[in-house]
């Protein structure tokens, strides 16, 4: 079983910190390190900067979205990152929430399958040297001069069943999150649809899975700021019915957030919710998440480690070295 780990790029931390996390990951036997952004490091220059810090771990775009950037941007910086680090640059990319494009970067968040189908056929073609003609999103005329000598993997993130599908048909990957063991096959079984669509053979798409882990030394803290993120990503509205079983009173946690009631809203997360969506504790229960993910169908399991508060880097770094030392004692039973 391989594993990944994601950068806890919310957490306030510095360049020099995601450095000491992606060298740790990559000192432990990770197979790959990968930073989202939302607000905090600018995903293309971070995966830089890790590339030049690293030698074997890849390194990958968990996710970056498809509307703020140009498809042609997109190319020329995941073709400057394979160029830096050939054969470890692995290209993570999905529509995000209507909050981060419509509200923070002033695009509009419209027809997401079509401007992601598009968006990948731009990517494919930069790639592979042609001249660009997408009409969703607009792109024409645009040939890259720099290419890839291995042109990277693209990885879609997906939730929904359309998305999911749309995977099955284009994707090299497909990025998961928000998603306990017992649901991966009901994902999966979409993007395998999605494969059939496309006439291509079963299992032709990858499957990865991201899931919140906490293996440090200040639980209870974790615990606290696992059940705030639980109930902050269960509220958007692209990403409700992911959290929707997850615990009953979803609604009524909502409407308390939002009438400011915080700690009313919080008090109505379980930590049966917590613990169905995270991986709180020792590094042995958050190696069991990774196992059972991969036993129900997931390539890559891969550690989302946010610290206890933000700000923390012991934490991430605890979860990263006993998550992989309780794996290899795992396989070696």
């Known amino acids: 079983m391989r594993l990944g780990v994601t950068m806890p790029v919310d957490d306030g931390l510095g360049v020099p910190d995601y450095v000491r996390l992606a060298r740790a990951a990559e000192d432990a036997g990770y197979d790959s390190v990968w930073a989202g952004e939302v607000a905090g490091p600018e995903v293309f220059s971070l995966l830089g900067v890790l590339a030049a810090s690293t030698s074997r771990v890849r ?49 509009d968040f419209d027809a997401p399958l079509a401007t992601v189908q598009g968006y990948v056929a731009a990517l494919r073609s930069a790639w592979a040297g042609e001249r660009v003609h997408v009409e969703h999103p607009r792109t024409h005329g645009f040939r890259a001069s720099l290419l890839p000598a291995q042109p990277p993997p693209i990885v879609l993130a997906a939730m929904n069943p359309r998305m999911l599908r749309l995977a099955g048909r284009i994707a090299d990957g497909v990025f998961v999150t928000w998603c306990p063991p017992d649901e991966v096959a009901a994902r999966l079984a979409h993007v395998r649809e999605g494969e059939r669509e496309a006439g291509r053979e ?26 705030r993120l639980v109930l902050q990503y269960a509220m958007v509205p692209t990403h409700r019915d992911s959290f929707a079983g997850a615990f009953a009173e979803l609604d009524r946690a909502t409407g308390l957030w939002q009438d400011g009631d915080r700690a009313g809203a919080l008090a109505l997360v379980p930590d049966g919710a917590v613990h169905h969506l995270c991986a709180v504790g020792d590094g042995a229960v958050v190696a069991s998440r990774a196992a059972a993910l991969h036993a129900a169908g997931i390539e890559l399991p891969v550690l989302l480690t946010p610290g206890a508060v933000p700000g923390d880097l012991d934490g991430p770094l605890q979860t990263i070295t006993r998550t992989a030392d309780a794996a290899d004692a795992g396989d070696a039973r």
């Not at 995941?78 to 995000?96: D, E, H, K, N, Y």
């Not at 899975?209 to 696992?226: F, H, I, K, N, V």
């Open 59 to 107: 390194l990958g775009t968990g996710i970056a979205s498809v509307y703020p950037r140009s498809p042609a941007l997109a190319a020329m910086g995941f073709a400057t990152l394979a160029s830096a680090a050939p054969g470890r640059v692995l290209a993570g990319i999905g529509a995000s929430s209507p909050m981060v494009v419509r509200d923070w970067h002033g695009r």
């Open 202 to 227: 079963p299992g032709s798409v990858w499957a990865m899975a991201s899931y919140w882990a906490y293996a440090g030394d200040r639980t209870d803290e974790a615990m606290a700021r696992m059940r």
